[in-house]
């Protein structure tokens, strides 16, 4: 294995590495909030132009700067960040931990990461769930819990668009402590349903063994060239193709795993997760951390390729 390559399995980061502030110390979501520099508030003041009142609308205005965060109609009720991630106070007690706090976007999307108590044994590997709670205050969504799984030997992110399971899902407030408790205990079962249902198709994936031609064959109708596309470009999809491929054929942690639909959904998800971009933009970083708990069309490309 070249020295490059070697690199390449050298220095796998989880996707959110660098992002947010570390609050693993706090003891409930309103310190962890706090301790990361989110528990400003977002009041809401009358939208105006040069004409005068904009009727219908207002702006989110974060409360500590004036910065505004998104322009919503009348009818938007806004979530605090205390209050949208309180009922996750409720899974400390089943072994749940915080780990980091942040926003994206400049706040207009906030999240709390957490680690699930259990790592769960997949295909003979070691996953560990997380759990990323996020609360937006530019109109664009509800509240949502997402799973996150990761592969610990790479910290690649394996969250497959599951038929049979949700990977993430909106939480509906009560704002009482039943309804928090509700809310907790829905997550868990969420959580542990969709880990349940990914061990199982993992399973189903190794035993599906995958050609190196075929390999080549997905690699290409993952990264396709278009015909009018010019040599520059036609130059960076044959590197990625590259990347991609030797994330398959030269992983050493995949070598002992087999030529199977399992080992390329992996090879797929080191690729998404880590691969150098043909172009990195300041907003690389926290485009890779939505993708992360969003779902990756990549990988979600791979494994309808390989579930056909």
Known sequence: MSANVETMFSVREKPWHGLGTIVE?????????????????????????KSGNVDGYKANIRNMDNHVLGVVTDRYKVIQNTEAFAFTDELLGAGV????????????????LARLPKEFI?????????????????????????????????NNTLNLALNTAARSFSMVHTGDVKGK???????????????????????RLRKQKVTDQKVKEYIDLLLPVEKDAGAVTVKNIKRLREDMAARYF????????????????NAVSDFATHAEPARRTRNYQENLFMRTYEGNPVIDKAYKLVAA
Request: hydrophobic content about 40%.
């Open 250 to 265: 030269d992983a050493p942690d995949l070598k002992d795993i087999g030529n199977n639909a399992y080992r390329f959904i």
């Open 122 to 154: 997949i295909a003979g590997e070691r996953i560990s769930p997380y759990l990323v709670f996020s609360n937006t205050h530019d109109g664009s969504g509800a509240v949502r819990v997402a799973i996150t799984p990761i592969r610990v030997c790479c």
């Open 97 to 112: 931990r915080y780990e980091t706090a942040g926003s994206l976007q400049g706040g207009r999307k906030v999240w709390l």
């Open 181 to 203: 408790v509700k809310e907790a205990k829905e997550t868990l079962f969420m959580a542990d349903r969709y880990m349940e249902n990914l061990g199982n198709e993992f399973e």
């Open 25 to 49: 110390e706090a003891p409930d979501s309103k310190e962890a909030l706090k301790l990361a520099g989110l528990d400003w508030e977002v009041i809401q003041l009358p939208l105006y132009t």
